[in-house]
């Protein structure tokens, strides 16, 4: 169906001289979309042209408008030889699209070119006319809204969640080995750009697409990325959570979207879904009755009578025993395993089972999950130890006992040790989701139901009733055995490639993410929840290795506001029915105490009493706003540096597998023990990246610790020399000194005060069985890296303690082993995190906890540092110093360059590894640094823990009732009418504000140039933030996605001031084009900003690099709260608005 | 193990105010580095020297990339690159614009020429002004110059709209430029003991009563140039000393009037016909461009030298300056009062200013 789109052509100015002799420049502009092109005049002989052109219309099809961007090249005309490109311009027009963002694009874009970067500016205008396509057999998906932000937009209202959406696009990539190729790098990268523009907008429209059919209307947490792949292609792959959107402020016409967007196609037509075209195939096998719109569901039953997913006994412990041998025992699958796509394919047998198997037998993967609890993961690298083939044996043999202790690792064991109740409520499950199956229509809803997984890391209150921990998996492949398929071991491969070779490439990939995604969701259900939120994927690629890894959060959500059938819910679980308080509901565990899944401590909580808790709480979401919590957060990271020999293939691959869960579980130990060092017992945003290079593999996890009050103390750290008299006892004593003056200090610092009431004293006790911890770890393993060893003492078991009641004040003792002079090492790296200096705070999630009342500064800001290593012989040792001080000092750079803005936290610290090279590690990190009322937050904090929860728990009823009015009832126009009148009041000033708030800052720069009085105009100030909210504003439009690729190139190195200074200048040139677009569609700010891709490449010797950086955000106008005032007391209840504005005036 | 690549980027641009002042006075980073660790940052924030040098390059960085855009500060307030806040943008171009009075001394009225710029080195040794900062500001007033050259309209109210500049630092900037095209003379060891500010003083002075923009502002010339047709006129004041009659009058006239309210009557009394012929001289040569060089040289030696030798005080200097002007007006004969009014404003304010050790 088409639409038209039309495009003027205004001015240009600060355009580069193009012709030396006369200084001047005779420019032309072309103006491109799909295979049209227009021409405006030659400007002759100005730097500051006036095209003033007429309108250019294209007439294209819905499609078309999605997929590509509108291209604008500036040229120098040039009578006798070619014209000269100046540079280009790359619209994204999809936020024309939906009905309510932005109507018109217009304003000044900055004129890009891959090798000269920014070269002048050009003035462009540009419309769409979109004739409404009711087509339900349509290949568009215009008018579905795309967030970044892992929340619920600001000024909407999620009336559903349908669930995840995942998508990938392959192509080749037009040039991988950019310094080798002889051609002209600027035409491969501006292909190369060109093409990923195009990527990112299939991918986009065909996970738009998706969206429609599951019946909603927008994608929340919208995560795009990149795979490069060298000589295998290029990836651009998806994830987001589905949902349907209400706009609050649109209280006179509700739902306007729901009617321009008729939703679900029936399930025939899903299936028939062009999106879907490379599984099409595997689908009509798989379900031959599909045809006809009735039959689906009622195929379901008869087929899937074991639930497909559900981990039934004994597939699952089987999976759990493949993981560690994985890498070891290539097995020859059964061809026709691969094929199963799990959760449609409905072959009774085990497709869970498939799912660990299907890793390319050569290939070597290990899944390496990983549950909330510290004990549990103490277990897990033992078993990938016996990953040594010698050992296999034993250590099977060996998983029977520990595995099932252990949570990530375990998780399919675990849940095969489960017995009775879980397996009755599985079943349960099914049959409830069968039933409510019958309602909904989408065959798409499978997907949903495949994989409950949600890319948001906050939610609305009352929508998380109990999190679980992290669960997460990995899986090492090798990258070029798709393109050979002469070579033996792909043939698994082989037999999905149905049509053509290029249509092979989506399917393996996709085949590799959903085994993944098995994986994780097996993880899950291994810890009693049915959903995964904060879920995220990522991968790390070197050569031809890569690693995919995803994770996210076990949770259990409350079903009233999740599409019927969407999740797995046993509504009949009795613990479902009690309704917990708000503030403490979500740490209480989701597992069943008796069947624990792994050996955790648990207590009753410390708020309610009434539950269970764990002792410590691992997730990726951020602190649900309701959380109780005492004193303030921090941040928190764990690096870890590996050595490893530098090898080819399959070996390579191997020995990466083996690395990583030697990794997870440092990382995990290091995590556990700052956080032990900082008297904190929760961990939230935790988000571990393991990054890939020639010869070594970087670990780098990051969370924010916090103090849940609902959790018990977390319990000092004791440490023990592992002989008596290996090391003097006064130099433990003195060790020991010192971490419990870090402790006090940190307590200090973070005003950790819990409320006495609860507080027990942490009585920290020896750890006097070693003994046992020791056999107990089981000595027959080798254990050539860890030197120092986190203990749990074993004195209490699971199941004593399902009887200890809340008198029970034994608190973790945590036994720091001293064997050698390294692990004195591994203490000192312990305690050389500096705190940050007074008045800064940091944290790495949406939210710093123990602090609410944000004044107005914001610094948005991008590092990037790359270290070369000497090639002297480097130990790990070495190695994991050289890389925690690089973290450190960075944080310290930006402590003192920020000074400022003290005092002041860092939030949103994101902080990205690579290893671009054999010596060389970069690290990448965004963050924002806002700046916080002090005085307040001393006062809020005192009463925070007494008053906050039952305040917060008031204000937040509103929503959670609303909410299930609608769901319950589904009829979703008289709720937003309901909704409605309360909006309706606040409507008159949010608009004036509006209209107020634009040119008013605009006047500002004005007249305080005025004096100057220099007649140009002057530049929107547009904020950009990593988080999903600007402190002192509110968010009153947003305007769509942001989602850029640029490529920067350069030949003269040197003489742009070096490395640095190249990517200095891109870097900020890539802000300068972000912030033009942003303008342009109206929008003062960008929200959720996130630099997701940023490599380097330099061959000093040739004086020349290359970078390649992607970002993405949502565009948005906001407005000063201030101006908000009169309405924020209609909207806000109670003090919370009060105090924020006091925070923003 | 060094670091390869170290950059800091803020969506606002990040800018210290000492760091640019240490850039901008032509500092290495290693030498900025060692001073700021003396100015005691290090203490503020628990930063090492390595956070410092970080800091510095990254600072040294981003300035060496706006200093484009500060050669034409309109563009810095409609560029994208970066974002700087208003203030801090009128913070960047006035520190840019400004210069050390001690090194724009030594070049005034020289020619702004390659030449000129050769020499730039000999200069920064004697006023111990970094080269690089003396290159910075050398080109500034070049480019000013280059810029205003070509303008018509007021001097001072040009240069403020081109290079937003406060209307001090544009004044100056007359000064400089007014200097340069007219070659004034003021590297004599005689005209040593003048400061800049004396002669942007003067400068202005001269802009606004002896340049045709100065009469009619309308005029489609420039306050670059003096008035031809004024200079000129000058000559006519030669009757105040060729005339016996009016020089005698003339001389009655101020002595009676400043008779017993100095304490150097009798020196006055005594040089009076000296003075008043250097004055006039000085007036009917201006026509000669040479002469005109020399106006500042010859303000020293025709007149502040004699005074200061009889021991005046700027007191009497003002006196015996206000009653010799006025008293002119008093002559019958003598028919030139707009010239001689316009004339002697100028020299009496540029005396004053310069009257002092």
Redesign the interface.
């Known amino acids: 169906m088409p639409g038209k789109l039309k495009a003027k052509i205004v001015a240009g100015r600060h355009l580069p001289v193009m012709d030396r002799a006369s200084d001047l420049t005779d420019a032309f502009v072309e103006v491109k979309f799909g295979n049209t092109t227009f021409k405006t005049d030659v400007c002759p002989k100005s730097l500051n042209p006036q095209w003033n052109s007429e309108w250019f219309k294209f007439e294209v099809d819905d499609e078309d408008l999605q997929d590509e961007p509108l291209q604008i090249t500036v040229l120098d005309h040039d009578t006798y030889s070619a014209n000269d490109a100046i540079g280009k311009v790359y619209i994204d027009i999809d936020p024309l699209l939906y009905s309510e963002a932005a109507s018109v694009i217009s304003g000044w874009f900055p004129i890009y070119d891959t090798i000269h970067g920014i070269r002048g500016e050009i003035n462009v205008i540009v419309k769409v006319e979109l004739f409404n396509d009711l087509n339900r057999f349509r290949q568009s998906s215009c008018g579905v809204k795309f967030f970044c932000t892992t929340c619920i937009p600001q000024c909407y209202r999620a009336t559903l969640v349908h669930g995840f959406v995942e998508e990938l696009v392959v192509n080749e990539d037009p040039e991988y080995q950019w310094i080798d190729r002889i051609r002209t790098p600027r035409a491969s990268n501006e292909a190369r750009q060109r093409l990923i523009s195009l990527m990112s907008g299939e991918l986009q429209r065909k996970i738009g697409l998706k969206v429609l059919e599951m019946g909603g209307n927008a994608v929340v947490g919208y995560l795009q990325c990149f795979d490069l792949e060298g000589e295998s292609g290029l990836v651009v792959r998806a994830i987001g959570t589905a949902c349907t959107l209400d706009k609050l402020s649109s209280g006179s016409a509700p739902n306007t979207n729901t009617h321009m967007h008729p939703n679900t196609a029936p399930a025939s037509n899903a299936c028939n879904s062009p999106s879907k075209d490379g599984k099409e195939p595997v689908f009509v096998e798989d379900l031959p009755s599909s045809s006809g719109p009735p039959t689906p569901f009622r195929a379901l039953p008869t087929s899937s009578s074991p639930p497909p997913f559900s981990p039934s006994k004994p597939c699952s412990r089987q999976s759990s025993s493949s993981d560690t041998d994985l890498s070891l025992t290539p097995k020859t699958e059964e061809p026709h395993s691969v094929r199963c796509r799990p959760g449609i394919f409905l072959c009774p047998s085990s497709p869970i089972l498939s799912t660990d198997t299907l890793s390319l037998p050569g290939s070597g993967s290990v899944g390496c999950g990983r549950g909330s609890n510290p004990r549990a993961t103490t277990s897990a690298p033992l078993s990938s130890i016996q990953s040594d083939s010698a050992l296999l044996r034993k250590s099977v043999s060996f998983t029977e006992d520990l595995l099932l202790a252990a949570s990530g690792m375990g998780s399919g064991g675990s849940a095969g040790k489960e017995a009775g109740p879980l397996r009755t409520l599985l079943r349960q499950q099914t049959q409830t989701a069968l039933e409510q199956r019958g309602a909904s229509s989408s065959g798409l809803l499978l997907n949903a139901r495949e994989f409950p997984f949600f890319t948001l890391t906050s939610f609305p209150p009352g929508f998380l009733l109990h999190v679980g921990g992290v669960v997460s998996a990995r899986s090492v492949k090798l990258l070029d055995r798709i393109h050979n398929p002469a070579l033996g071991n792909t043939r698994s491969y082989k037999l999905l490639d149905w049509n053509s070779v290029t249509a092979d490439e989506p399917e393996t990939r996709d085949a590799w993410w959903e085994e993944i995604r098995q994986e994780i969701k097996s993880h899950a259900r291994a810890l009693g929840c049915h959903a995964v939120v904060g879920y995220s994927e990522s991968t790390s690629i070197c050569e031809e290795v890569c690693i995919l890894s995803a994770s996210g959060t076990a949770a259990i959500l409350n079903p009233r506001y999740m599409r019927e059938g969407c999740l797995d819910i046993g509504c009949t679980d009795h613990r479902f029915e009690e309704p917990s308080p708000p503030n403490c509901g979500f740490c209480h565990i989701p597992y069943d105490e008796l069947n624990m899944p792994f050996p955790a401590q648990l207590t009753y909580c410390y708020h309610c009493r009434r539950q269970k808790v764990p002792d410590v709480l691992f997730t990726t979401i951020d602190l649900p706003s309701e959380a109780a919590v005492a004193g303030k957060g921090c941040l928190i990271q764990a690096r870890l540096c590996r050595l490893k020999k530098k090898a080819q293939g399959e070996a390579n691959a191997t020995a990466i597998s083996n690395l990583l869960p030697f990794m997870e579980y440092e990382l995990h130990t290091q995590l556990m023990n700052k956080l032990k060092l900082r008297s904190m017992n929760a961990l939230f945003g935790l988000h571990i990246q393991i990054s890939v290079g020639e010869n070594m593999l970087l670990g780098l996890a990051s969370a924010t610790g916090v103090y849940l009050t609902a959790l018990p103390a977390p319990g000092g750290i004791q440490i023990a020399g592992k002989t008596p008299g290996d090391l003097s006892s006064e130099h433990i004593s003195s060790i020991q000194k010192r971490i419990n003056d870090t402790i006090a200090v940190n307590k200090e610092l973070y005003q950790i005060n819990p409320p006495k009431l609860f507080a027990l004293d942490p009585e920290v006790f020896c750890g006097i069985n070693m003994e046992l911890a020791e056999e107990g770890v089981g000595s027959p393993i080798p254990e050539p890296r860890h030197r120092s060893r986190l203990f749990r003492s074993h004195s209490e078991s699971s199941d004593e303690l399902s009887e200890l009641d809340l008198s029970h004040g034994k608190k973790d003792a945590f036994v720091l082993e001293i064997d050698d002079t390294d692990a004195v090492e591994d203490i000192h790296s312990l305690l050389i995190d500096a705190p940050p200096p007074t008045g800064f705070y940091s944290c790495n999630t949406e939210n710093m906890p123990g602090i609410s009342n944000w004044t107005s500064g914001v610094q948005m800001f991008t590092s990037v540092r790359v270290l070369r290593l000497s090639n002297a012989n480097l130990t790990n040792q070495g190695l994991n110093k050289i890389f925690t001080d690089l973290c450190e000092n960075l944080l310290k750079s930006f402590y003192f360059k920020l000074r400022s803005m003290i005092p002041c936290c860092l939030c949103h610290l994101n902080f990205t590894v690579a290893v671009p090279e054999e010596e060389l590690i970069q690290v990448t990190v965004t963050a924002v640094a806002m700046t916080y009322d002090k005085e307040q937050t001393q006062e809020k904090t005192a009463e925070k823990p007494v008053n906050k929860g039952s305040l917060e728990a008031e204000e937040q009823l509103q929503f959670p009732l609303e909410l299930c009015a609608d769901s319950s009832s589904s009829n979703i126009q008289t709720a937003s009418k309901i909704s409605g009148v309360g909006e309706s009041t606040n409507m008159s000033p949010r608009v004036s504000s509006l209209e107020r708030c634009s040119p008013l800052q605009e006047g500002r720069s004005r007249s305080l140039r005025s004096s100057r009085s220099f007649g140009g105009s002057s530049v929107t100030v547009v904020k950009m933030t990593p988080l999903s909210f600007l402190p002192g504003t509110r968010i009153i439009k947003y305007l769509g996605i942001i989602n850029m690729f640029f490529i920067r190139e350069t030949t003269s190195l040197r003489e742009e001031g070096g490395v640095s200074g190249f990517l200095h200048s891109f870097i900020a040139e890539v802000f300068a084009m972000v912030r033009a677009h942003v303008a342009a569609l109206g929008g003062n700010a960008v929200v959720s900003y996130s630099m997701k891709e940023c490599v380097f490449m330099e061959n000093p010797n040739k004086n020349q690099a290359q970078c390649l950086i992607n970002v993405s955000g949502d565009a948005v106008i906001c407005i000063s709260e201030t101006d908000q005032e009169s309405s924020a007391s209609t909207a806000n209840t109670g003090q919370t608005g009060g105090s924020e504005t006091d925070g923003a005036t | ?14 800018m210290d105010e000492e760091v640019y002042q240490l850039w901008l006075d032509g500092y290495t980073v290693n030498d900025a580095v060692k001073v700021r660790m003396e100015g005691g940052v290090m203490d ?5 020297k ?3 040098l ?2 510095t ?2 600072q040294y ?2 300035f ?2 706006c200093e484009r855009l500060l050669h034409s500060p ?2 810095l ?7 700087i ?3 801090r ?2 913070m960047l171009i006035e520190r840019y614009y400004a210069f050390d009075d001690t090194f724009v001394r030594e070049v005034l009225g020289k020619k702004l020429s390659k030449g000129t710029k050769k020499d730039l080195d000999d200069i920064s040794t004697k006023t111990s002004v970094t080269l690089k900062s003396c290159r910075r500001q050398f080109d500034n007033f070049k480019r000013v110059f280059k810029v205003v050259e070509e303008l018509k309209g007021p001097l001072v109210e040009n240069i ?2 081109h290079f ?1 500049l406060s209307d001090k630092l544009a004044r100056d900037y007359a000064a400089i430029v007014f200097f340069a095209n007219n070659r004034f003379e003021t590297g004599k060891r005689k005209l040593q003991y003048l400061s800049f500010q004396d002669f942007a003083f003067c400068a202005g002075q001269l802009i606004s009563n002896w340049t045709v923009g100065a009469v009619d502002n309308m005029v489609e010339d420039m306050d670059v140039d003096l008035d031809k047709e004024f200079l000129q006129e000058l000559k006519e004041l030669k009757i105040l000393i060729t005339d016996k009659d009016l020089l005698d009058q003339h001389k009655s006239l101020v002595c009676t009037a400043l008779r017993g309210k100095t304490k150097v009557f009798i020196e006055m009394e005594g040089s009076f016909k000296n003075l008043s012929r250097g004055l006039i001289n000085i007036a009917a040569k201006l026509t000669n461009t040479k002469d005109v060089r020399d106006f500042f040289i010859d303000l020293v030696e025709k007149f502040i030298e004699p005074c200061r030798s009889d021991r005046w005080s700027a007191a009497d200097m003002k006196l015996y300056l206000t009653h010799y002007t006025n008293s002119a007006h008093i002559l019958d004969t003598f028919k030139h009062q707009v010239v001689w009014d316009r004339y002697m404003g100028v020299v009496k304010s540029c005396i004053f200013k310069m009257y002092h050790d």
Do not use: W, Y
């Open positions: 193990m060094s670091v390869e690549l170290d950059v800091f980027v803020g969506n606002t641009t990040i503020e924030c628990e930063a090492s390595d956070v410092l970080s800091d390059m990254d960085r981003t060496q990339m309109a563009k307030a409609n560029q994208l690159l970066f974002q806040p208003p203030h943008q009128i403020r709209q937003l």
